[in-house]
T-cell receptor, first 114, second 108 residues
Framework: KAGVTQTPRYLIKTRGQQVTLSCSPISGHRSVSWYQQTPGQGLQFLFEYFSETQRNKGNFPGRFSGRQFSNSRSEMNVSTLELGDSALYLC?????????????FGPGTRLLVL | KNEVEQSPQNLTAQEGEFITINCSYSVGISALHWLQQHPGGGIVSLFMLSSGKKKHGRLIATINIQEKHSSLHITASHPRDSAVYICAVKKGAQKLVFGQGTRLTINP
């Protein structure tokens, strides 16, 4: 089975712009979670989607949003980018119910905001 | 105080040494995960534990639910084990909460 894929792998944006990141889970996995990793804050949970519904949300401002499609692929969007949004964004998929099972991480999208 | 605390933050050892990384948490959990992150960012899930002990090759993970503590052991350490090891806990169906990570360096 192919692993979790994320696109793009690297991205440079300027303050005020918006960005959309994509995650394709392992085939058959219905749960997708998104995480932000920065040197200062470490790994932080953004949100989790299961069967197109947001099941959990972390403590991030409303500029961070996401969605999941019927094929389980997920996107996250960050609007009005700030310098502090520079980070590695990771998604992970799990199966089948998503509750507590092993998470399989993608390679991440490294976002730099200038 | 963070909900998940790891120690040590940094660990340097010689090849062949027995390594222990500790994780303490302050909340009731449904599962605890140990993750490995190599330079470049890729994260691999090593173990998911809800009780007892698990072993995979040279890696052993234990958890004591009463004491809210878990340990990750590496036997016969090798330079390729150099990575950041991250402990994360899950409360019921809620989000994963991560420790700050332990940076392990194994010198040849």
């Amino acid at each position: 089975k192919a692993g979790v894929t994320q696109t793009p792998r690297y991205l440079i944006k300027t303050r005020g712009q918006q960005v959309t990141l994509s995650c394709s889970p392992i085939s058959g996995h219905r749960s997708v979670s998104w995480y932000q990793q920065t040197p200062g804050q470490g790994l932080q949970f953004l949100f989790e989607y299961f069967s197109e519904t947001q099941r959990n949300k972390g403590n991030f401002p409303g500029r961070f949003s996401g969605r999941q499609f019927s094929n389980s692929r997920s996107e996250m969007n960050v609007s009005t980018l700030e310098l502090g949004d520079s980070a590695l964004y990771l998604c992970a998929s799990s199966s089948p119910s998503g509750g507590g099972e092993t998470q399989y991480f993608g390679p991440g999208t490294r976002l730099l905001v200038l | 105080k963070n909900e998940v605390e790891q120690s040590p933050q940094n660990l340097t050892a010689q090849e062949g040494e027995f390594i222990t990384i500790n994780c303490s948490y302050s909340v009731g959990i449904s599962a605890l995960h140990w993750l490995q992150q190599h330079p470049g960012g890729g994260i691999v899930s090593l173990f998911m534990l809800s009780s007892g002990k698990k072993k995979h090759g040279r890696l052993i993970a234990t958890i004591n639910i009463q004491e809210k503590h878990s340990s990750l052991h590496i036997t016969a350490s090798h330079p390729r084990d150099s990575a950041v090891y991250i402990c994360a806990v899950k409360k019921g169906a809620q989000k994963l909460v991560f420790g700050q990570g332990t940076r392990l360096t194994i010198n040849p």
